[in-house]
Structure formats: C-alpha cells, structure tokens
C-alpha cells in the first residue's frame, strides 16, 4: 500500500505543476491583453504578433488546467447524485470515469494531436499575417503534451480512489469554485 502512497503523491506533483503553469501562463496573458489595449487606444499602435500570443497563452491555460481541475477536483461534474454519496462509491464512480473516459480520451488526443504537431513542424507552419509568430507548431505541441498530463490526471483520480477505498483518504467537500485556481 506504501508504493501506491508514493505514486499518488507523485503523480498528484505532476497535476499541480500544470497548474502552476498554467497559472503563469494566465499572469503572462493578462500583462500581454494589457499591453495590447494600451498600445492600440493609446498610441494607435497593433502588433499581430501580440494578439496571436494572447490565444497562444490561452490554450496554454486551457490545455494545461485541465489536469490540474481533474487532480483537485474542479472539473465540472453533475453533482445531483455525486455530493450524496459515500467515499467509497465516489471513488468506484471516480475509477470507471478515469478508467472508461478520461484516460481513452488522453490516448485519441495525443495520438491525433502527435501528428497534428508533427505536421505542423514538418511543414515549418507559421502564422498566415504579417508579421505573426513564425513557429504555430510551438503551440500545437501542447495539444498532445497536455493530453499526456491529463492521462496523468486520470491515472492520479485512480491512485486517489484507490486510497479513499482503503482508508487513507477522503474526499473533501467543495463549497462553490474551491478547487480552482
């Protein structure tokens, strides 16, 4: 039972390191929106490239929080039935999710979204503006890197189940938007 301590724990590590990244990539994209609203209303100045770069940062946001909401629990979910349960039927719904959704799903988006980045980078795909960001496959690597880390994510709802099933464990009730960041 130590091991599977060792591993949630680790695998839960990874979880919140996308979180963090996430985090910073969300910090950077408000300073960079701001930049963009002060150049363009008070020196009529716009940079392509800029703009692109806020929807760049955003998938960053979007594809790397996801692992973090699933490892504390912020995904959106039906809780009707869920908040009523006990632990232990919690974790069993909380395995077969992971086990029959959430870790498919990684494996289609990684696979698909592999070639799609290596596509990408074979072709040397940039932007189509003027004076947009030249490599677009940069950003579409993130799309099978975060597939990865939310297969993680669903591995570590197993690992955390496993331990709310043995004891160790319990699932904290969320009140409102607790668990995001």
């Not at 009707?80 to 974790?91: I, L």
């Not at 795909?125 to 003027?130: A, C, L, M, R, Y």
Request: some cysteine; glycine content about 10%.
């Amino acid at each position: 039972m130590r091991w599977i301590i060792k591993l949630d724990e680790g695998l839960a590590t990874l979880s919140i390191f996308c979180g963090w990244v996430a985090c910073a990539a969300m910090i950077l994209m408000a300073g960079n929106v701001f930049y963009d609203v002060v150049a363009r209303y008070a020196f009529n100045e716009v940079s392509i490239g800029m703009q692109e770069m806020e929807w760049h940062l955003y998938s960053v946001v979007f594809l790397l929080g996801i692992p973090y909401a699933l490892r504390t629990d912020g995904h959106v979910r039906v809780d009707v039935f869920y908040t009523r349960w006990r632990d232990k039927t919690k974790a069993w719904v909380n395995i077969v999710g992971a086990v029959i959704f959430v870790i498919p799903f990684s494996y289609l988006i990684w696979n698909y979204g592999y070639d799609f980045a290596v596509e990408s980078y074979s072709m040397g795909e940039g932007s189509g503006d003027p004076g947009g960001l030249p490599h677009r496959w940069v950003i579409k690597s993130v799309i099978p890197i975060s597939a990865v880390f939310t297969g993680i994510a669903g591995f570590n709802m197993v690992t955390f189940a496993i331990r709310v099933i043995s004891g160790d464990k319990t699932y904290e009730p969320k009140h409102g938007a607790e668990g995001l960041a």
